[in-house]
């Protein structure tokens, strides 16, 4: 009566109660507690259309596990979205983050469509962590973008721990590194790569742009926190990214404790930040080499030579 969108997670088989909403988001057990089992899909997309009709429905949104969802309308086209999983470790509370993020979308302006395929994107991260969790919007990003790991990526320090707690329980070695990543080169993708191999995930902490201007000057860095994290978690070798703010990541690792740190460069172990703590815990520190003839500061300073020019 007040024009205002009804959004409802139906529970029990009395959807009587829900007449006239906006949109219901049955998951498929749900939905064929109520219409009945279906066979096929058209037969989900019938008697989905004969449920609309019977209880005044503006929308229903069918959330079907591994099928992706559907969603159906009057005097439309079905819209069969496939999942967006990639690993499927729990599915607490999906449902809460489908509902979540389709209010949330539609009260931006966007199409019942578009709300739709946002919310199919975040339910696709949320299922690849243990637990109730949440999706960061930047993860969503991520997810929207169609990344192939679209549980994992830029994360929180809180999800970060999350994380690395769920692999352990898969047990799973976690390797850390660090550093600026201001332009991505060759020795990067290398080192990173290299880092990778020496566990079963990868965890990169990113100076922030403060730290990074406290340790390069004030010209640095080039590319901005975001972007340096986004363009990181783009490569198959890294899995999870995360930022500081402080000059070196001692709290950061001494928080996650990795089974191995590792940095690239002339380092000895024992200068490594970090590295009495992670020995304390029983984990290892490495020192790994840079390919030669890599160096961010050279391709700045190309650039700058050759815009002289």
Request: hydrophobic letters at 40%; charged letters at 25%; proline letters at 4%.
């Amino acid at each position: 009566q007040a024009g205002v969108p009804v959004l409802i997670d139906p529970k029990g088989t009395d959807f009587e109660r829900y007449r006239g909403a906006t949109l219901l988001t049955p998951n498929l057990s749900e939905f064929e507690a109520v219409a009945g089992k279906c066979k096929s899909e058209d037969e989900l997309v019938e008697r989905g259309m004969k449920l609309i009709a019977d209880y005044d429905l503006s929308a229903l949104l069918v959330t079907r596990s591994e099928q992706g969802m559907t969603l159906l309308q009057p005097n439309k086209a079905p819209l069969h979205m496939p999942t967006q999983a990639q690993e499927v470790y729990d599915v607490t509370g999906a449902g809460d983050t489908v509902i979540g993020v389709l209010a949330a979308t539609l009260a931006a302006g966007n199409t019942l469509e578009e709300a739709c395929y946002f919310a199919n994107a975040a339910a696709g991260v949320v299922v690849g962590k243990l637990g109730t969790s949440t999706v960061s919007p930047i993860e969503l990003e991520n997810a929207v973008r169609g990344r192939a790991d679209t549980g994992f990526g830029v994360m929180t320090e809180e999800e970060l721990r999350q994380a690395v707690a769920s692999a352990r329980k898969r047990g799973e070695k976690v390797v850390m590194t660090n550093g600026v990543f201001d332009i991505l080169h060759a020795g990067h993708v290398s080192y990173l790569a290299n880092a990778r191999k020496l566990g079963d995930r990868l965890i990169v902490a990113v100076n922030s742009d403060a730290s990074t201007k406290r340790l390069k000057g004030d010209s640095r860095p080039v590319n901005p926190l975001e972007q340096r994290m986004i363009v990181l978690g783009a490569l198959e070798s890294v899995d999870w990214v995360v930022s500081f703010e402080e000059d070196t990541p001692q709290r950061l690792i001494a928080g996650i404790l990795p089974d191995l740190l590792v940095k690239g460069g002339d380092y000895k172990p024992e200068e490594i930040a970090g590295s009495e703590e992670v020995w304390a815990n029983g984990g290892e520190v490495m020192v790994l080499n840079f390919e030669d003839g890599c160096s961010t500061t050279n391709i700045i300073k190309k650039i700058q030579t050759e815009s002289e020019k």
